[in-house]
C-alpha cells in the first residue's frame, strides 16, 4: 500500500500556484487583446465616416443626382442632393448613403446603398455613435444617439460644397462608453477630427 500512496501525490502547492499564476496571465492578456481589438473597430468606424463623408463632399461639388440613371440630369432631378444617413437598427449601427431634397430630406431620401441588403455599411456593433449637432428638423441635440427614419442623423451638402445638414460633432465610443475618436462637420463644409 505505501508503494501505491507514494506514486499518487498528486501536485505540490508549488505547482499549483506556477499554473493559477500561467491562467491568470493569460486571462489578462486575453482581456488586453480583446479591449485593443474594440479599440481598434471604433476607430474603424470613425475613419470609415471620414471617407464617406470626404466621398460625399466630393460628389455633391462635382456631380449631379442621375436619379434614373439615363446619363443626363432633368428637370425633376436638379433639386436632387447627395446625402449620407446614419441610423441604429437593433444594436448595428449603419451608415447609408442615398440622395434626397433639401426641402423634404425624411421623406424624399432614396438609399443608393447596396450593402447589407440596402441598410448600408455596418459600422460594427463594437461603436457607439453620438452626435452633438442640429437635426434636420432643427432641433438641438447633445449626446444624440441615431435611431432608424427621421430620427437619424442626415449629413447632406450642397454643390458648393457647404454642409446644409449634420453639422456638429460625432463621437465614436467602445460599448464600455470610453471615447475613441471624434469627427466633427462645419456649415463651410470642413470636416476632420478633433
Known sequence: MKKTISKNKGFSLVEMIIVLAIVA????????????????KAKDAATVFDSEVATLKTKAKGMGVDANKNGKLDDTEKDLLYCIKIYKDGDEYYLCTGYTTASAVY?????TSTNNGGKGRNLSSYVRIRYTGKLIDGS????????????AVYIV????????YGVGEYEFKKTNGKTVARKYIRANGSHGSK
Not at 493569460?26 to 481598434?40: D, G, K, P, Q
Not at 421623406?107 to 438609399?111: L, M
Not at 451638402?157 to 446644409?164: A, D, L
Request: hydrophobic share 40%; proline share 2%.
Open 157 to 164: 451638402f450642397n454643390k458648393r460644397g457647404e454642409c446644409v
Open 107 to 111: 421623406a424624399n431620401f432614396t438609399s
Open 25 to 40: 496571465v493569460m486571462s489578462t492578456m486575453a482581456l488586453i487583446s480583446v479591449n485593443i481589438i474594440h479599440s481598434a
Open 140 to 151: 438641438s441635440v447633445t449626446d444624440y444617439d441615431p435611431k432608424n427614419g427621421a430620427e
